[in-house]
């Protein structure tokens, strides 16, 4: 944040710098001239370098930096280059004040209706009327004389407005936190990432804000640029631009055609070094987040109606990401992403049930006004007979001005304020405590969608796997080593092709470095496979780092990079003889295919041909295979001086291969993962293994894993297989096809990144089962970002995980491990029942307060809990409980039933039946004391009392009687699927145990020291007693309401389903709609803040467009339209049926009691 007047002074070179420009600093270029250079493209740009510094290493040489060691780690040197180029930071948007929280949650409407009453009530109790005409006003203030009461009649409004100020506080301090805590997890997110950069000739990880101008920075495949730079020396590099230019196709980038590189761009391809030129605002990505800054203060108010959050908000979240293009994407992108707006089903249920329940609150508030109001009226002038005089007007509008409070705090009672509340407490408290799981959630909202997850589908390598290799059994000169050889066994020639082969055809990054602790493994440096052979180089008694020595990067001639498609790598070198050798590796059925010699014992070629490959496929690679091994093949091929062939050609130049070696390397399973997936498997998850490698190997690791087993009915298919079954003859994937297959499908062998997203998008869109499937994915390469963003969540390796995986995922799991999510999938599920709990405890207490204050108000023309008491069992059903059921830790038992579904209603029949069961308690209780609670206690009645009379002991007693069985009854809400023992596990949740005595000891407070503010008068200790009497009766009804079975209550209907098709299409088709009833509206302003939250976490990139643009948009529509069609075929079914269904479908019901 203190870096804005460093960025000012950026902008706007002071005269004196631009007189002394060229020495800005000591350095050879302004911060103008590098701004200007970075601006251009292609020719251009070269053609401006070469004028204004030679070359690259002219530009170098000005910026003091050297092109192979990097700049000096001299502290002084980088702090004088942030303050003249600026630092890599853009700052965010200020966060909102907490005064402007509090001004947005005073916006709420039922709170503004109760400020307009409480000030009208104060107005009016400083009114006297004239004294000697108050016979003729009737009795209405009767009792008066007792205590000079006229005096306190100003203390309800005063206490109601003091009530208002405390749940605005509450709120804006809850959201104040909230936005904390995003900026927290934005720092933690933008900490996480960390560049590659060489100084003083040393490879060093920074983080991204430490990046300097002159900084020489190693590019490679999956890397997210975070600075603009000039290329040095680059292989095979290519660029997705599409962030910045919204062209999906990749650019090719070399020193010598165009070597500009821009920040917010992805590496799809091969490897480079460059020279960073601009950073922070400065750079290209910074210079379009600038300007969205600036506009987006404009766009904000334009779209205050709207409340979408614009670009410059994205920009907050993640500061060195791609600006998105501006406007015209950020329409196309919500365009594309309607229906993933599906996305969070806890959230679409809730608001649903939220508004139903307001609308009823809002009907039955308004009943209740229109009863009080005609019963005065009634009573006064036709019973009476009296005429309205206008010297007692004030009198009955103050008789109005009370039944208007009263049917205010029936709606505010009502109105269930407390669920957006809930349910961010939840997520945010989850998020907070899944960091120390490993998990680092990035949208919140698929920590909830984890826990309705169907299918997991998994990487092998790093995910199931340690990603520690090493290379166990070798194939060389015509032997099969079953472990390491002895150097001295191998032929001197065939042991140094192997040793350059490997040392050279390979990242420079990638290396062995000793080990940290005595004792411990050498530390694997860079890709594992890589590490594996080198490893076998070491193992053979021979050194890598020589042969790198001798011949450096930038010697290599040229370098095929890794990919997906290769599934290979090879590096050409010129020999001192002027030809030519190139070195390849890579998976082995697919090199040997292109092996038309071997090296036999004595290191001379002899043929090799199909009938020899079979034979070496038969004996040595299936074998291996089966072990749980991956064979990598070495090969290499000689090129004379006079025959160089066209190197872009590259079938060509890679064919004709001499096999050197074929070497298998283990990749043991993690300990942990055998266990993990039974869990799994256990809680009704499938998992499936989609990796590229071969499928025997998959195979072997798959059955160690536990994801297949003996005597089941499973498919394990390769990418091509997997293709032939679910395409028809056109070639086209159809979704029948599809449908037949991935049941079973448990791996997924040798397959490309479009088979893994094939698969996901498969799965989703398959209307097979009686629900939709919830898939997970995990995935760490820059291709597997389509998968992962299709996926309902998609978790990214933390740290094998490219930056583009992170970017498309949901989660980062920041060791790597598959036993992080089943930790995620117990979180999830923990915040969908934390908010069945909250709900079971609330809707019982909205349901009792309701009918209360109605009939109350009916019969006797008083409510018997007041508007203050009201808005105090409001504070604590709403804020307390959702603190306190929000926060319950998650077991182990949560892993023990299936998930719930997309469509399974939030309040099943168990709860219904609690509810209904604790409000029949409740009601019997209060009316008891409300109608005979007199004589039972032997003390005056308070009812029909008049205007300003002193509070009663007897409507005391009832308020006392009413929170004392909230309490008890929220420690019942702590079991939703109808477990005996409420306590168990009571005492892990220390938040739990402080609420609810907190609450009781304010309770003790407020009866006995509340007096009128509270409408309390104080109890003696019998009376107190009777009331924790009624109170722990809460705890043995719930018993006798566990006993009876929720099978036979066919009555009960769920609610609390997904949107239906009418909510859907209203909902989500008129988004600036401005017809938002009240509840609505209530919700929304949780719910803003929550999607403020939530957009400023997703900054959605697209990573390959082309997919957005063809099949996800129209299978996601199509999806939906089947989606919908299903619910609207289950709401119409009716009640009866409905339970019906259930019972007939004796596992279906046992599921959903469960």
């Not at 029936?410 to 349910?423: N, S």
């Not at 072990?627 to 060509?652: H, K, M, V």
Request: hydrophobic letters at 40%; glycine letters at 8%; aromatic letters at 6%.
């Amino acid at each position: 944040m203190g870096d804005m007047a460093n960025s000012s002074i950026e902008f706007h070179p002071k005269p004196q710098q631009q007189r002394d420009a060229p020495h800005a600093g000591g350095f050879g270029c302004t911060l103008a001239e590098l701004r200007a250079l970075m601006e251009l493209r292609g020719a251009e740009a070269l053609q401006k370098i070469e004028e204004a510094y030679g070359d690259v290493s002219g530009l170098c040489r000005r910026l003091k930096t050297s092109p192979t060691e990097g700049l000096a780690d001299n502290t002084n040197d980088l702090e004088k280059r942030r303050q003249i180029y600026g630092q890599n930071f853009i700052p965010p948007k200020q966060p909102k004040t907490f005064l402007q929280l509090v001004w947005e949650a005073l916006q709420d409407v039922t709170l503004i209706i109760l400020e307009v009453a409480a000030i009208v009530s104060l107005g009016l109790s400083f009114y006297a009327p004239p004294g000697e005409e108050s016979e003729a006003c009737g009795n209405v203030s009767g009792g008066a004389e007792d205590e000079g009461e006229a005096e306190a009649g100003w203390i309800e409004g005063a206490a109601i407005l003091l009530s208002v100020i405390c749940v605005v506080l509450v709120t804006a301090f809850n959201d104040w936190s909230k936005e904390k805590q995003f900026r927290g997890l934005q720092s933690r997110i933008e900490q996480e990432q960390k560049f590659t950069v060489i100084r003083n000739g040393q490879l060093l990880q920074v983080p991204v804000a430490a990046l300097v101008v002159g900084d020489i920075a190693q590019v490679k495949y999956g890397d997210l640029l975070p600075a603009d730079g000039v290329l040095i020396q680059a292989n095979d590099l290519k660029i997705d631009e599409s962030s910045l230019t919204g062209e999906s196709d990749h650019v090719r980038k070399s020193a010598d055609k165009d070597p500009m590189l821009l920040s917010g761009t992805h590496v799809m391809e091969g490897s480079g070094r460059m020279v960073v030129t601009a950073v922070g605002v400065n750079s290209q990505t910074g210079i379009i987040f600038t300007l969205l800054g600036a506009g987006g203060e404009e766009e904000e108010k334009k779209d205050k109606k709207a409340k979408k959050q614009d670009g410059a908000v994205a920009m907050e979240m993640q500061p060195l990401k791609s600006a998105e293009g501006g406007e015209m994407e950020e329409r196309e992108k919500k365009k594309a992403n309607a229906p993933k707006k599906e996305k969070s089903v806890l959230q679409g249920k809730l608001t649903k049930l939220a508004v139903q329940i307001g609308k009823a609150g809002l009907v039955m508030s308004a009943i209740t006004v229109i009863i009080l109001v005609l019963y005065f009226v009634i009573e006064t002038f036709v019973v009476e007979g009296r005429t309205w005089l206008a010297e007692c007007t004030p009198v009955y509008v103050q008789y109005f001005v009370k039944f208007f409070i009263i049917g205010v705090t029936v709606l505010v009672v009502a109105v269930p304020e407390g669920l957006p509340l809930a349910v961010t407490i939840s997520l945010a408290y989850s998020v907070k405590k899944m960091m120390k799981d490993n998990n680092l959630v990035r949208h919140l909202d698929a920590c909830e969608t984890m826990g309705n997850a169907t299918a997991i589908c998994s990487d092998k390598t790093g995910t199931l796997t340690t990603n520690r290799m090493t290379v166990v059994q070798s194939y060389l000169g015509d032997t099969h080593y079953k472990e390491i050889p002895a150097p001295s066994a191998l032929t001197p020639k065939i042991l140094d092709l192997l040793v350059h082969a490997i040392s050279i055809n390979s990242a420079y990054t990638t290396k062995i470095l000793p080990p940290e602790k005595e004792g411990a493994l050498p530390r694997q440096v860079g890709n594992k496979t890589e590490c594996a052979l080198l490893g076998f180089v070491l193992d053979l008694k021979r050194d890598f780092q020589p042969v790198r020595e001798q011949i450096p990067e930038d010697k290599l001639y040229k370098v095929y990079t890794f990919n997906s498609v290769r599934k290979s790598m090879s590096t050409v070198i010129r020999m001192p003889d002027g030809g030519f050798r190139l070195f390849s590796k890579g998976a082995s059925e697919i090199l040997l295919k292109k092996c038309t010699n071997i090296l036999n014992s004595n290191g001379e070629l002899r043929g090799f041909r199909s009938r020899d490959r079979d034979d070496m496929v038969r004996k040595i690679i299936e074998p291996m295979a089966c072990d749980g091994l991956r064979t990598i093949c070495i090969a290499y091929r000689d090129f004379s001086a006079g025959q160089e062939p066209d190197w872009d050609n590259e079938n060509e130049v890679v064919g004709d291969l001499t096999c050197i070696a074929v070497v298998g390397i283990e990749d043991p399973v993690r300990p942990e993962v055998p266990e993990a997936i039974r869990k799994c498997q256990r809680a009704g998850i499938t998992v499936r293994m989609v990796t590229g490698d071969n499928i025997n190997t998959a195979r072997a690791i798959a059955a160690k894993c536990g994801i297949i087993q003996p005597g089941e009915d499973f498919l394990c298919l390769e990418g091509k297989e997997f293709n032939r079954r679910i395409r028809n003859e056109k070639g086209e994937i159809e979704q029948e096809r599809l449908d037949k297959v991935w049941p079973k499908l448990r791996v997924l062998a040798r397959s490309s990144p479009t088979d893994k997203h094939t698969l996901v998008k498969g799965i989703i869109d398959s209307t097979t089962g009686e629900q939709r499937q919830v898939v997970a994915v995990t995935g760490d390469g820059t291709n597997d970002g389509p998968a992962l963003k299709k996926a309902d969540v998609g978790f990214a390796m933390g740290i094998a995980g490219t930056d583009v995986a992170k970017e498309a995922s949901d989660i980062i799991l920041t060791d790597d491990n598959f036993t992080s999510i089943v930790k995620a999938v117990m979180w999830g599920r923990n915040v969908y029942d934390s908010i069945s709990k909250f709900l079971q405890f609330q809707l019982t207490v909205n349901v009792v307060a309701v009918i209360v204050a109605f009939t109350g108000a009916c019969i006797t023309q008083d409510s018997p809990l007041k508007a203050v008491q009201m808005l105090w069992v409001n504070l604590i059903m709403d804020t307390f409980a959702s603190l306190a059921l929000a926060t319950e830790p998650p077991t182990e038992s949560l892993l023990l039933r299936k998930p719930y579904g997309r469509d399974k209603p939030l309040i099943s029949r168990t709860m219904m039946k609690n509810i209904l069961g604790h409000a029949v308690y409740q009601l019997a209780i209060i009316f008891t004391l409300l109608f005979v609670g007199e004589l039972f206690f032997d003390i005056d009645s308070g009812r029909n009392a008049p205007l300003h009379s002193p509070p009663s002991e007897h409507y005391t007693i009832i308020f006392n009687t009413f929170v004392m069985m909230q309490l008890f009854n929220e420690i019942n809400a702590r079991k939703i699927h109808g477990e005996r023992n409420v306590f168990d596990g009571i005492f892990s949740n220390p938040i739990f145990c402080t609420i609810v005595l907190g609450t009781f000891g304010i309770q003790i407070v407020i009866v006995q020291f509340g007096g009128k503010p509270f409408s309390c008068s104080p109890l003696s200790t019998e009376q107190w007693l009777w009331c924790l009497f009624v109170g722990v009766g809460e705890l043995v009804w719930g018993q006798v309401i566990a006993t009876i079975p929720t099978s036979q209550l066919k009555c009960l209907k769920e609610a609390g389903h997904g949107p239906g098709k009418d909510e859907m299409t209203d909902e989500e088709l008129a988004d600036g709609d401005e017809e938002i009833d009240h509840a609505e509206r209530e919700l929304r302003r949780g719910q803003i803040l929550w999607f403020r939250g939530l957009n400023r976490i997703q900054t959605q990139m697209e990573v390959v467009s082309t997919f957005k643009r063809s099949g996800s948009v129209q299978g996601a529509v199509r999806r939906r339209s089947s989606v919908l069609s299903q619910l609207h075929d289950v709401t119409n079914l009716s009640t009866p049926t409905h339970a019906i269904l259930s019972a007939a479908n004796p596992t279906s019901a046992a599921g959903s009691e469960s």
